[in-house]
């Protein structure tokens, strides 16, 4: 029965060919569970790396970014296929992602898996737009912004993460996770 089945948080990333749901493909994803202090559950994650369908219509920069090759990984159909599995091995009914900019990456992985429209909930944690609404409450209480910028790169170095981001789904998938961890520290909530 469907209501027995978890719903879970998850660190979630993917890699691209390009910025354009419609003309480019997802390259690599990853799907990682969290516990609900964002931190990595026991839960096993789910990563793939998956076959451009349109390798032609590749962005060379993007490509760069990554360095993955978008002529290898498995065919896309079997990446859903497999998703579904992980779910189901994991007894997983619903995920809340957790993500930098997670807008782009929900916007490929509902054109590009429309039949798992329903895996992840509107419950979104996103690394970027908690620094933006950080940033709302300190101009209005101390007239200056605490993050000038709210890239995941700049933030991870304004938070001592030393790592450089790597553009691969699993590191960028667990970097946003340890930032929202982080960002929750600017908030103070009193009882």
């Known amino acids: 029965m469907e209501h027995d089945k978890l719903r879970i948080l998850a660190a979630f990333d993917l890699e691209t060919t390009g910025l354009n749901p419609v003309i480019h493909d997802m390259i690599e994803i990853a799907i990682v569970p969290l516990t609900p202090d964002f931190t990595r559950s026991e839960l096993p994650e789910f990563t793939a790396r998956i076959k451009a369908v349109h390798p032609e219509k ?3 920069e993007s490509l760069k970014v990554s360095g993955l090759d978008p002529f290898e990984g498995e065919d896309i159909e079997k990446v859903a296929t497999a998703i579904v599995s992980w779910m189901s091995d994991n007894n997983i ?6 993500g930098h900019n997670l807008r782009f990456d929900l916007d ?5 898996f429309p039949m798992l429209f329903n895996v992840f909930s509107g ?3 996103d ?12 101009l209005i209480q101390t007239k200056e912004k605490l993050f000038p910028s709210v890239s995941l790169r700049k933030l991870k170095l304004q938070f001592g993460m030393d ?3 790597r553009h691969r789904a699993l590191d960028d998938a667990l970097d ?6 982080r960002l929750m520290t600017k908030l103070i909530i009193n009882k």
């Open 163 to 165: 790592m450089p981001v």
């Open 123 to 125: 419950y979104v944690h």
């Open 93 to 98: 009914g619903r995920i809340d992602p957790v």
């Open 58 to 60: 590749a962005d060379p």
């Open 108 to 112: 490929f992985f509902q054109i590009k």
């Open 176 to 181: 946003a996770a340890e930032l929202y961890r």
């Open 127 to 138: 690394s970027m737009l908690l620094a933006i609404a950080i940033n709302d409450i300190a």
